[in-house]
């Protein structure tokens, strides 16, 4: 494990350095290292996390389906398991119903906070429709599969039962 660690380091520092260049300065170089360091352990909790919510979403009243690479069912799965070690951590959903039910839904969650960025240590949730894809028209967006009841969850590393509970509340003001 800390041998696969340090190359899983290696590869993002490597990465990191092509995107952004050699001359970083030395505080903003160790706040990358520091954060580094426990990546590999923070992405499997986020992954084991959005499998628990994915599960508690799937057949829920009020959502017309879940969207989550890592589900058996997921139309790509096999692909999915070639190519992954493990589970997503992002988990899409639609909201039945309109754009409206979609905002009532993320107005009504408490922990999960609104925001366009994925991948942080805490749970984010968006609205593409609005946000990422919004320049994009209507026919576009139902032809990449984005509805106005789409919503995207960025599962970070919370307790998955709060998590959980945070869904749970906001679901039953839709």
Request: cysteine-free; charged content about 20%.
């Amino acid at each position: 494990l800390i041998l696969a660690s340090q190359a899983f380091i290696e590869t993002h520092v490597q990465t990191f350095l092509r995107q952004t260049g050699p001359a970083i300065s030395p505080f903003n170089a160790w706040v990358m290292l520091k954060a580094l360091e426990t990546l590999p352990l923070r992405v499997r909790q986020q992954a084991h996390n959005a499998a628990i919510v994915a599960e508690w979403l799937a057949g829920r009243p009020g959502l017309s389906r879940v969207i989550f690479p890592g589900a058996k069912n997921h139309p790509q799965a096999e692909i999915i398991a070639r190519q992954m070690t493990g589970p997503s951590t992002l988990v899409a959903f639609e909201v039945e119903g309109s754009k409206e039910a979609a905002f009532r839904f993320l107005n009504g969650l408490k922990l999960i906070r609104i925001s366009n960025n994925l991948g942080d240590a805490k749970s984010l949730i968006v609205h593409p429709a609005t946000t990422t894809h919004q320049r994009f028209s209507p026919e576009i967006r139902a032809s990449m599969g984005i509805s106005d009841g789409l919503i995207r969850l960025s599962v970070g590393l919370e307790h998955a039962d709060d998590l959980v509970a945070d869904l749970e509340r906001a679901l039953a003001g839709v």
